[in-house]
């Protein structure tokens, strides 16, 4: 069989129980520390923050950049991104490669680390206050759980940070694709169960570490799941039909490693606070979010769960973007919602329930919201679908993962211990 080893990819986007269980690698969590932010000392290299010093001082630092290098100063653009263009400067250390990535928070930035002599992704947030309150606060997580993932296993990697013409510039290590994007180059195709049993401990290894150091990511999905690597292998797809008239379709990509990172700690929470706020992407958000009845820690294990049936099965578990019929596609996949968790819903959400059951199909707002829901299968079938070996055991885990009630969800550690990830089957990819 013929093996097409390519690595084209770019890198694309750069929530208790006190029982007694296995500890893992990293050490228990210190007492609370607050993040500092100018100054901070990273590795060997200190990072420039927001300047704490006199404006003069500001001015000369900005000066001195100019002078070795900088590009002339540009407005920022209508919406607050950097304008940049390829061969500039983001101070003399950097050098702009290429834009990877964009998102609601800033760019991303392949650029040419002069000092290290390697390409690393810098995040460029705009200059807007939240995205640059967001940013501190993911520069504060990043740098926490650095002291701690000591062999950078679980999340990725910050080098360096600094504040460049008001722009909050994080530097990352270079990661390759997305979880979203492969299997969008991949035409959707599911992975093969032992590659998504591979990817759901790495994940729930991270959310463990998380949960532990009292930190809740919140913000959960494929495109916050990156590989290491952007190398692939393209292999027969024998389950492509005379459907699939190009020739490429009889192929799919595997990634040659299976390692991988979570990205993206913006929206970070603490544990030891209440949250009531909304989180998560839509289609990864949990019940309890939507239904404004209070989140922590479980809101993650409820990503998680939908994460690991969209990996077997190519697409996303609950593509909507309305409240109502989100609730309505959980209660088709997994079964009604308990009375006691909509008696719950706050004056945002009670609207969506009527006579102590969800208002469906009642209060619908389309017949094609109510097809929508209506053509989804439950969820052992969703997987039956898609899992050849193996099945009866990742049926029960996501059932762990998507309990309605938080309080009765799988937590990581216990998730880490379910027979799906047990040795007696487990295949490393």
């Keep these: 069989m013929e093996m097409d080893y ?32 100018c100054g901070q000392e990273l590795g060997n290299v200190t990072s420039y923050g927001p300047p704490r010093v006199l404006p003069d001082h500001a001015s000369l630092f900005v000066r001195g950049l100019d002078q070795k290098g900088s590009p002339p100063w540009r407005d920022d653009d209508k919406d607050g991104h950097y304008m940049f263009a390829v061969g500039d400067n983001l101070t003399s250390r950097y050098k702009i490669n290429r834009k990877v990535g964009e998102g609601t928070f800033g760019q ?32 504060d997580v990043l740098q926490l759980l650095g002291r701690y993932d000591r062999t950078g296993s679980r999340c990725v990697q910050i080098r360096d940070w600094f504040d460049y013409r008001n722009h909050i510039c994080i530097v990352f290590e270079m990661l390759g694709p997305s979880l979203f994007d492969f299997l969008r180059k991949n035409s959707y ?83 030891h606070r209440s949250h009531n706020y909304i989180v998560s992407t839509r289609h990864y958000r949990a019940p309890e979010v939507i239904l ?19 990996l077997c099965s190519g697409e996303a578990l609950f593509q909507t973007h309305e409240n109502l019929e989100h609730l309505a596609m959980m209660e088709r996949v997994l079964g009604p919602l308990p009375q006691h968790i909509l008696k719950r819903a706050d004056r945002h959400a009670e609207k969506y329930v009527k006579r102590g059951r969800l208002d469906w199909p009642e209060g ?19 997987i039956m679908q898609h899992v050849d070996h193996s099945a009866g055991d990742l049926i029960d885990l996501v059932q762990g993962l998507l309990r309605y009630e938080p309080s009765e969800r799988l937590t990581a550690h216990e998730a880490l211990r379910h027979p799906f990830f047990s040795r007696d089957h487990y295949r490393r990819f």
């Excluded at 570490?209 to 292999?235: C, G, Q, W």
């Excluded at 017949?367 to 052992?380: E, M, T, W, Y």
Aim: charged fraction near 30%.
């Design 108 to 139: 991303v930035l392949e650029c040419w680390d002069r000092e290290a002599k390697e390409m690393v992704a810098i995040k460029v947030v705009r200059s807007i206050k939240k995205y640059r309150e967001a940013a501190m606060i993911e520069i």
């Design 292 to 310: 404004g009845i209070g989140w922590s820690y479980p809101c993650d294990i409820w990503s998680v769960g939908c994460i690991l049936v969209e």
């Design 6 to 37: 390519v690595s084209e990819f770019p890198h694309i986007h750069t929530d208790r129980r006190p029982r007694k269980r296995p500890r893992l690698a990293w050490e228990p969590l210190p007492k609370a520390q607050s993040g500092v932010f």
């Design 189 to 271: 195709r599911p992975f093969p169960v032992d590659l998504v049993r591979e990817l759901g401990r790495q994940l729930l290894e991270c959310v463990a570490f998380m949960h532990d150091m009292r930190l809740i990511h919140t913000d959960l999905k494929p495109e916050n799941i990156l590989f290491v690597s952007a190398e692939y292998v393209k292999v027969p797809d024998y389950k492509a039909t005379s459907r699939s008239p190009k020739e490429g379709n009889y192929y799919k990509r595997l990634p040659k490693s299976s390692a991988i990172k979570v990205i993206d700690f913006g929206s970070t929470a603490y544990g």
């Design 364 to 382: 619908a707002t389309s017949r094609d919201s109510i097809r929508a829901v209506l053509k989804l299968p439950r969820l052992q079938n969703l």
